[in-house]
């Protein structure tokens, strides 16, 4: 049904992909992948996506367009620029800006989020109102179709990269989760500032597996 590139080879998934590797900075892998991290783009499609990573030199691996296709913009054997945050040491400091790239994957949903957004989608996207970092934020959510491949594409790499389906519900930052913590995880349960990937139902990864 579709094909991802890792460390230059083609392989088939049973999910509708895309390829555009090439349009992002990456650079060589040199241990292995522990981790995946999920974000929402902030933006209205994943062609909107790529431009804006584009213009700010950033990358990530996968972005889930709003039709659920699966758009890879890096080879998964590759290190994207994705993610950063901070995490407490066992003396219990805070380590700031620490970067969480070099073993993990970054899969961005696309979003806008932003209630003021809401007019630019059809069908419209459902709007809720949730707790991210124990404070309530209204936005939008991710299409059915978007929650279905993000969760069939995190369990194929998942599988394949031999992690662990481990994830947690909810956006809350409790600095436990460093760059080598086994699992899935939302790019605000590694970083205080950030509210993403807003509304994804975490608990769906491990669901009947």
């Not at 892998?29 to 431009?51: E, F, N």
């Not at 790499?157 to 809350?172: A, K, W």
Request: proline fraction near 8%; charged fraction near 20%; glycine fraction near 8%.
């Amino acid at each position: 049904m579709g094909v991802l590139v890792i460390d230059g080879v083609a392989v088939e998934v049973p999910f509708a992909t895309r390829t555009q590797i090439g349009v992002l900075p990456t650079r060589a892998r040199t241990k292995p992948v522990r981790q995946i991290i999920l974000h929402h783009d902030a933006c209205r499609s994943a062609a909107d996506c790529i431009r804006a990573l584009q213009f700010r030199q950033l990358s990530t691996h996968c972005i889930i367009d709003n039709d659920g296709t699966v758009v890879q913009v890096a080879d998964l054997g590759r290190v994207a620029w994705h993610a950063k945050g901070e995490y407490k040491n066992a003396a219990g400091k805070t380590l700031w800006a620490v970067g969480f790239n070099r073993q993990s994957i970054g899969i961005d949903i696309s979003n806008a989020v932003l209630p003021k957004y809401a007019n630019a989608y059809k069908p419209p996207r459902e709007q809720v109102t949730l707790p991210v970092h124990s404070k309530p934020m209204t936005g939008l959510l991710p299409y059915p179709c978007q929650v279905d491949a993000t969760v069939a594409l995190v369990r194929f790499l998942c599988t394949h990269f031999d992690i662990p389906l481990t994830s947690r519900p909810g956006l809350e930052w409790l600095g436990d989760i460093t760059p080598t913590t086994p699992g899935v995880w939302g790019h605000a349960q590694i970083c205080q500032a950030k509210c993403d990937p807003f509304g994804f139902p975490f608990e769906l990864i491990a669901e009947g597996v």
